[in-house]
């Protein structure tokens, strides 16, 4: 029987197989019973702490419901709080150990959140790193298994820089899990050759493959999902926005593209996403760029194909059951 209690969790690399799918199925447990209206307040007077040294809106909303869900309260820390400014990690672990059952942190390295672990006496979660961002894989395959029933011989592709947290993960989640992967961009975009070799290895186990394409095309031919993440970052200089479009524009995912997957193709995205011109970062891209989108169409984004919305519902289902599991 799988036991996740007192655990921490900062990477899938840290966990078994039969691990994830307990998550995966302690989440669809929790989300039926909060469907059907049945109270899960299993952790009734805890309480935990959410570090957001970055910004989010599923993230936030996810632990701060599933925290309430759970029965218990929720304290956010963001930029008024002292944490690596006059306080540092390890003393902050150990103080706020002394006052919450958890720990949540969002922010740049994952030195930062395995530091954090560390010192902590409570049990940490990783919300997002620049290298690691493992709740998002758990409500994306979550949101597979719904689709599909399964998540083994899935075909998976994922468009676009994959050298960084979403591509990182989703890579080991799929070796993990017995997902066929595909990483389609560029080579410089490709991901660090450490963690492709450790992917390998792990997928061979698992009865799958780990793959890498430069062309489009050929990439999504046999894929299932087509999954793709923002190109850049709000902050990154203008330079690096026309160098990323001018690279990564031939593996925006239109309709042509989803036209040549296979006939049960979805389509996933983490969001926040740039297909359109009604936010303020999409209009400026406009302007900036002269197109209509960057990583995903529009067409696209609104199909039947999209399940985007079921999959950022998930991230507070999955977020739960970490929560419920490792305490």
């Not at 890579?171 to 066929?180: D, E, F, R, S, T």
């Not at 990323?244 to 925006?252: K, S, T």
């Not at 995903?296 to 039947?304: C, I």
Request: aromatic share 10%.
């Amino acid at each position: 029987m799988v036991n996740l209690k007192g655990r921490d969790f900062l990477k899938l690399l840290d966990f078994t197989s039969e691990e994830i799918e307990y998550l995966l199925e302690l989440a669809a447990d929790l989300k039926a019973k909060k469907k059907a209206g049945i109270p899960h307040r299993m952790h009734e007077g805890k309480n935990v702490a959410l570090i957001f040294e970055k910004t989010s809106t599923r993230t936030r909303c996810s632990f701060e419901v599933g925290a309430n869900d759970l029965g218990m309260g929720s304290t956010y820390l963001a930029e008024g709080s002292q944490i690596g400014k006059k306080e540092s990690i390890a003393d902050t672990a150990r103080v706020l150990s002394g006052m919450f059952d958890g720990i949540e942190y969002r922010g740049y390295g994952q030195e930062l959140v395995e530091e954090l672990a560390k010192y902590a006496s409570v049990p940490v979660w990783n919300g997002l790193t620049n290298e690691f961002h493992p709740t998002q894989i758990l409500a994306d395959f979550l949101t597979i298994k719904e689709q599909f029933g399964h998540l083994k011989g899935i075909n998976f592709v994922y468009m676009g820089d994959a050298r960084y947290n979403m591509g990182n993960s989703l890579m080991v989640g799929c070796a993990k899990m017995g997902i066929n992967f595909t990483a389609c961009a560029p080579k410089k975009y490709f991901p660090d050759h450490d963690l492709v070799d450790t992917c390998k290895a792990i997928a061979k186990e698992n009865g799958c493959e780990i793959k890498f394409s430069e062309n489009p095309t050929e990439a999504v031919k046999d894929a299932n999902v087509i999954y793709t993440d923002v190109w850049v970052s709000m902050g990154e200089p203008m330079e690096v926005w026309k160098e990323r479009i001018d690279d990564l524009m031939p593996y925006q995912v239109n309709q042509k593209l989803m036209d040549a997957a296979a006939d049960d193709v979805v389509f996933m995205h983490c969001l926040p996403a740039y297909h359109d011109h009604k936010t303020k970062v999409g209009k400026e891209i406009g302007e900036r760029f002269g197109c209509d989108a960057l990583e995903v169409t529009d067409e696209v984004f609104e199909s039947e194909r999209s399940i985007v919305f079921r999959e950022a519902e998930n991230r507070m289902h999955t977020i739960k059951a970490v929560m419920a599991a490792t305490l």
